[in-house]
């Protein structure tokens, strides 16, 4: 592992887990302060079948924000300090930059109302 890259993996609960990848250098304060609070759980929420997304109580400002996204995108959204992973590609909405997932996306396209998800170092 090296310091830029960071795996962790991402298990919605009871259907499975996959492997992600924070990229230090996309978005390094937003990184940083998501990477000290883990493990994070919460409630998955979905978004116009787009992304999942799960809110994590931080307050992060906007950093080095883009508005195109690809399947597989991680990026935190700063209005209500959710983690979201993107299930189709996107433009047009600001989010901080995060990594991406590395496997095992599949698992995050059976997400409905109530799921848990749990964010946790590899």
């Known amino acids: 592992m090296s310091v830029s890259r960071i795996r962790l993996t991402l298990e919605l609960k009871g259907k499975g887990r996959c492997e992600c990848e924070f990229a230090r250098h996309l978005a390094p304060l937003t990184v940083g302060s998501i990477l000290r609070a883990l493990p994070i759980e919460g409630r998955a929420h979905r978004y116009d079948g787009l992304f999942i997304y799960m809110e994590t109580g931080l307050a992060v400002g906007r950093e080095k924000q883009r508005d195109e996204f690809k399947r597989g995108d ?27 997932v590395v496997s ?16 946790a170092s590899a």
Request: some cysteine.
């Open 74 to 100: 991680i990026g935190f959204m700063v209005a209500n300090g959710a983690v979201c992973i993107f299930l189709k590609d996107i433009k047009g909405m600001m989010f901080n930059p995060l990594g991406r």
């Open 104 to 119: 095992n996306m599949d698992v995050l396209e059976s997400t409905s109302a109530g799921d848990v998800l749990l964010l």
